[in-house]
């Protein structure tokens, strides 16, 4: 199959998946066309069934805010036309799906027929998307998608319940390579880190709002008094300077460290005791997935997906968002040398459970069964 993949670029985890998806899918035969604005982050290698295009956005004196979404349509309507694909799967619904439909418009006027299969991936529908400046194109575009699909269950019901959807959404979990995210023996890493056999504990994020990030430091800081631990913060984002003047006020400096946007982020997984995600949302948490991959157990809150990954009292502990009291008690818990061996390999079981080679064929029954739809749909035409 000839597929166009339209996603961010950049290290959010809707960005990770689609390109790990074309990854995989290219080496199952697919041609995998990436359409976006920037070289996608994971994409670093040659592969002959990889391609990417790159969007080229115009500006003009005239714009405040150049037309992303025009460009990009464009850029759809050319590779579509010029690499005769078959397909477009277009991931985060803003504003990928919009543009793909417009795509598919111009293109069903020149006697081209391309479905279009959206993947909502968390914010696009329980942040951004149901706010008034955006819902109604949101609506609008996932109903014209001829497949749709959410990270998690918990993401297709909050998606029926903010807009008015009458199409059929299939729950397709985010996935992990695990020869890739394996713990690897890193002992003088983790003697850099933790010279005195400290307890360490990390945290990876986009340093957004919604993921909390005064919980980490707080639920941090009230370990740290009970056990001696480290922190490891991964990322970068909005919240972080707040976080590094914490850290400085409150003396953490020693004990906390800012290891900015890491590629090899599995390295430091593989030292790590307890992976920590407070998020306000989350629609599946892929970031605790390779925590765990790495044999690294979550304390996360229960809300939106992370339920259906992280397991009560077996893979980690899940608390109520805010509840930092709770937070420390499970820390206290997994950390304890008697319990964290067990915890270790039920993360690294349950992280089996999304191995790439079983989620990938999900995905190609949703696009045989949107390219069977599509050739009905065409013949009437
Ligand atoms: O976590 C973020 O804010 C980034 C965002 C994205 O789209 O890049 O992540 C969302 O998609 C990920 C991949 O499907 C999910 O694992 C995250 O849970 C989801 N984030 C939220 O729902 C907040």
Redesign the pocket.
Same mark, same amino acid.
């Given at each position: 199959m000839k597929i166009g993949i339209v996603c961010?670029p %950049?290290? @959010? @985890? $809707?960005?990770? =998946?689609a390109t790990e998806l074309g990854k995989t899918l290219a080496e199952q035969g697919h041609e995998i066309h990436f359409i976006t604005y920037d070289q996608p982050t994971r994409l670093d290698f040659f592969n002959q069934n990889l391609y990417y295009h790159k969007v080229d956005i115009r500006t003009y004196p005239l714009f405040e805010y150049p037309p992303y979404e025009l460009a990009l349509a464009s850029k759809m309507v050319n590779v579509v036309k010029y690499e005769q694909l078959d397909l477009l799967h277009v991931?985060?619904a803003i504003p990928h799906a919009s543009a793909a439909f417009m795509a598919k418009q111009i293109l069903k006027t020149e006697g081209i027929y391309i479905p279009v299969v959206t *993947?909502l991936? &968390? *914010?696009?529908? %329980?942040?951004v998307g149901k706010d008034e400046s955006y819902e109604p194109v949101v609506t609008f575009s996932i109903n014209q998608s001829d497949g749709v699909t959410t =990270? $998690?269950e918990s993401?297709k019901q909050d998606t029926y319940e903010h807009f008015q959807i009458i199409k059929d959404i299939d729950v397709i979990p985010?996935f992990i390579d695990l020869d890739r995210f394996k713990k690897q023996k890193k002992d003088h890493f983790k003697r850099a880190i933790a010279p005195n056999g400290e307890k360490i504990i990390v945290h990876t994020?986009?340093f957004?709002k =919604?993921?909390r990030i005064d919980d980490v430091l707080e639920v941090f800081c009230r370990l740290r008094k009970e056990i001696p631990a480290k922190l490891l913060m991964i990322g970068d984002g909005p919240e972080r300077s707040k976080a590094e003047l914490f850290c400085q006020e409150h003396k953490l400096d020693d004990d906390v460290r800012f290891l900015g946007k890491l590629e090899a982020i599995e390295e430091v997984l593989s030292i790590a005791d307890l992976f920590i995600m407070p $998020?306000?949302?989350? $629609?599946? @948490? #892929? !970031? !605790? #997935?390779e925590a765990m991959a790495c044999e690294v157990p979550v304390i996360s809150t229960n809300t &939106? &997906?992370?339920p259906e990954l992280n397991i009560q009292g077996i893979t980690g502990f899940l608390s109520n968002v805010g509840d930092i009291e709770d937070m420390v008690k499970n820390a206290l818990i997994i950390l304890d040398d008697q319990n964290l061996p067990k915890f270790r390999e039920n993360a690294l079981m349950r992280a089996k459970d999304f191995e790439i080679s079983k989620i990938r064929p999900m995905y190609e029954a949703v696009y045989e069964k949107v390219l069977a739809n599509s050739m009905k749909e065409f013949a009437v035409l």
């Amino acid at each position: 199959m000839k597929i166009g993949i339209v996603c961010y670029p %950049t290290f @959010g @985890g $809707s960005g990770v =998946v689609a390109t790990e998806l074309g990854k995989t899918l290219a080496e199952q035969g697919h041609e995998i066309h990436f359409i976006t604005y920037d070289q996608p982050t994971r994409l670093d290698f040659f592969n002959q069934n990889l391609y990417y295009h790159k969007v080229d956005i115009r500006t003009y004196p005239l714009f405040e805010y150049p037309p992303y979404e025009l460009a990009l349509a464009s850029k759809m309507v050319n590779v579509v036309k010029y690499e005769q694909l078959d397909l477009l799967h277009v991931h985060y619904a803003i504003p990928h799906a919009s543009a793909a439909f417009m795509a598919k418009q111009i293109l069903k006027t020149e006697g081209i027929y391309i479905p279009v299969v959206t *993947t909502l991936h &968390g *914010t696009d529908i %329980t942040l951004v998307g149901k706010d008034e400046s955006y819902e109604p194109v949101v609506t609008f575009s996932i109903n014209q998608s001829d497949g749709v699909t959410t =990270v $998690s269950e918990s993401l297709k019901q909050d998606t029926y319940e903010h807009f008015q959807i009458i199409k059929d959404i299939d729950v397709i979990p985010n996935f992990i390579d695990l020869d890739r995210f394996k713990k690897q023996k890193k002992d003088h890493f983790k003697r850099a880190i933790a010279p005195n056999g400290e307890k360490i504990i990390v945290h990876t994020s986009n340093f957004r709002k =919604v993921k909390r990030i005064d919980d980490v430091l707080e639920v941090f800081c009230r370990l740290r008094k009970e056990i001696p631990a480290k922190l490891l913060m991964i990322g970068d984002g909005p919240e972080r300077s707040k976080a590094e003047l914490f850290c400085q006020e409150h003396k953490l400096d020693d004990d906390v460290r800012f290891l900015g946007k890491l590629e090899a982020i599995e390295e430091v997984l593989s030292i790590a005791d307890l992976f920590i995600m407070p $998020s306000e949302k989350e $629609s599946f @948490g #892929l !970031a !605790a #997935l390779e925590a765990m991959a790495c044999e690294v157990p979550v304390i996360s809150t229960n809300t &939106g &997906g992370l339920p259906e990954l992280n397991i009560q009292g077996i893979t980690g502990f899940l608390s109520n968002v805010g509840d930092i009291e709770d937070m420390v008690k499970n820390a206290l818990i997994i950390l304890d040398d008697q319990n964290l061996p067990k915890f270790r390999e039920n993360a690294l079981m349950r992280a089996k459970d999304f191995e790439i080679s079983k989620i990938r064929p999900m995905y190609e029954a949703v696009y045989e069964k949107v390219l069977a739809n599509s050739m009905k749909e065409f013949a009437v035409l």
